[in-house]
């Protein structure tokens, strides 16, 4: 049996939510229908107040939002699994990203919204495939900086020479 998947990010997150909670409204508002187009033209639809019009748009955008973001993530998702079966030995495929921000306090608390935010202190995760005797093997990095006040590209840059030093890195001849 397949399971339907989604990322943590808080695109999927909270896109996977507005899909249920529509998919519960359509289900509340249009049960009676016989012949429906379950959208905003049908009859029992335009019989509602503003208020249930408004949260049927919102959640109807917010899940169009959801699967543009969730196509995109899929065709990542693609790309990066024919690359890492296109890997040869001596090569490596480098895939990074900004995992969150951490709230500096009396200890370090994860915090996503507050990356979007632009609060906390960046961290950045890097996961290295590469193959090894003909399997495909991963390493993975994370790189906390050691300021907040630090921009993006002086800590990313920062990160690559320290991940380019490793001497996991120096056996590869193409990254």
């Known amino acids: 049996m397949a399971v339907q998947q989604y990322c943590v990010c808080h695109h999927c997150r909270d896109g996977h939510a ?3 909670k529509l998919a519960f409204m359509v289900g ?4 009676e229908c016989q012949t429906c187009t379950e959208d905003e033209r049908c009859p ?13 748009k919102d959640l109807r955008t ?6 543009i973001h969730k196509d995109i993530a899929d065709h990542q998702a693609a790309a990066m699994r024919m690359a890492k079966e296109q890997l040869s030995e ?16 009396a200890d370090l608390e994860l915090s996503q919204n507050d990356y979007f935010a632009r609060f906390g202190v960046p961290d950045l995760v890097v996961c290295v ?3 090894e005797k003909g399997d495909t093997k991963c390493e ?22 320290a991940l380019l030093d490793t ?6 001849r193409n990254i």
Request: aromatic share 20%; with cysteine; charged share 35%.
């Open 129 to 131: 495939y590469f193959k």
């Open 18 to 20: 507005s899909k249920e």
């Open 44 to 56: 029992a639809e335009l019989a509602l107040d503003v208020e249930k019009k408004d949260a049927f």
């Open 140 to 161: 993975i990095f994370n790189f906390l900086a050691n300021t907040k006040e630090k921009e993006d590209f002086y800590f990313l840059r920062e990160a690559w020479v």
């Open 28 to 31: 509340k508002y249009h049960k």
């Open 62 to 67: 917010a899940v169009d939002d959801y699967l």
């Open 167 to 172: 001497p996991l890195m120096k056996r590869f």
């Open 90 to 105: 001596g090569e490596c495929l480098v895939i990074e990203d900004f995992a969150g921000r951490f709230l500096v306090k």
